[in-house]
């Protein structure tokens, strides 16, 4: 069955400073990997994703996040992070033909000024 | 385009009461999702609709929460009777296509 690890449970940084947040994956096949972010009070917005081809995938906002078979990672970047950005960020892995996504717990960002 | 709708967004009932929550998804999206989000947790599906049936409710506690969704357009995720530990965030997500899923805002559940 497939999971998704996002080992840091916290991450701080300075606004203006680049940030990247990781993600780790299990899955026996090529897997479709997802970057959502939630804001208090709201719900999951979809950052962006990959499904195949080019392993840099650009999103909105500002980020992107590239694909590494090798190390069944799924990492988030953004090179100049705004105050507007803290948020919590969930990578996610779907698979099979069920339509069904796994959400990793979280990574909550906190930007200071 | 009007998002995904969720009521109510915030509820505070007494365990044993029952609860009610509505979605309306996005319009046209014939996919329709519910999730249950615990405090310092992604979401988790509680049930996933294509249309008007349940495709896969493995996830969704019988004995205490149904859903329905009987026209094939906005869904009644229901709880009764509620336990201390249902509190938590249930987030409704319609979709078109396959795993393009977009999410409502929630309806943060308090149970005391």
């Known amino acids: 069955a497939q999971s998704v690890t996002q080992p840091d449970i916290h991450i701080t940084v300075s606004e203006g400073a680049s940030l990247e947040l990781r993600c780790n994956y299990s899955?026996?096949?090529?897997?479709?990997l997802f970057w959502y972010v939630q804001s208090p009070g709201q719900g999951l917005q979809l950052l962006l994703k990959?499904?195949?081809?080019?392993?840099l995938v650009q999103g909105i906002k500002g980020f992107e996040a590239e694909f590494k078979r090798s190390q069944s990672s799924f990492n988030l970047r953004k090179p100049s992070v705004h105050w507007s950005d803290a948020a919590e960020y969930f990578c996610?892995?779907?698979?099979?033909?069920?339509?069904?996504?796994?959400f990793g717990k979280g990574t909550r960002l906190h930007i200071l000024p | 385009e009007a998002g995904v709708v969720q009521s109510p967004r915030y509820k505070i009932i007494e365990k044993k009461q029952p609860v009610a929550f509505w979605c309306n998804p996005i319009?046209?999206?014939?996919?329709l999702y519910w999730y249950l989000q615990n405090l310092g947790q992604g979401p988790e599906l509680l049930i996933r609709?294509?249309?008007?049936?349940?495709?896969?409710d493995s996830q969704l506690p019988k004995d205490r929460f149904s859903a329905e969704r009987l026209k094939g357009v906005d869904s009644t995720l229901k709880i009764q009777p509620a336990e201390l530990g249902d509190s938590a965030v249930y987030l409704c997500?319609?979709?078109?296509?396959?795993?393009?899923?977009?999410f409502g805002p929630g309806t943060r559940l308090t149970v005391t």
């Open positions: 899955y026996g096949a090529t897997p479709y």
């Open positions: 609709y294509e249309n008007e049936e349940a495709v896969d």
């Open positions: 996610a892995v779907g698979a099979g033909r069920d339509d069904k996504i796994i």
């Open positions: 990959y499904f195949s081809g080019d392993t």
């Open positions: 319009s046209g999206h014939n996919t």
């Open positions: 997500a319609s979709s078109s296509s396959s795993y393009e899923q977009y």
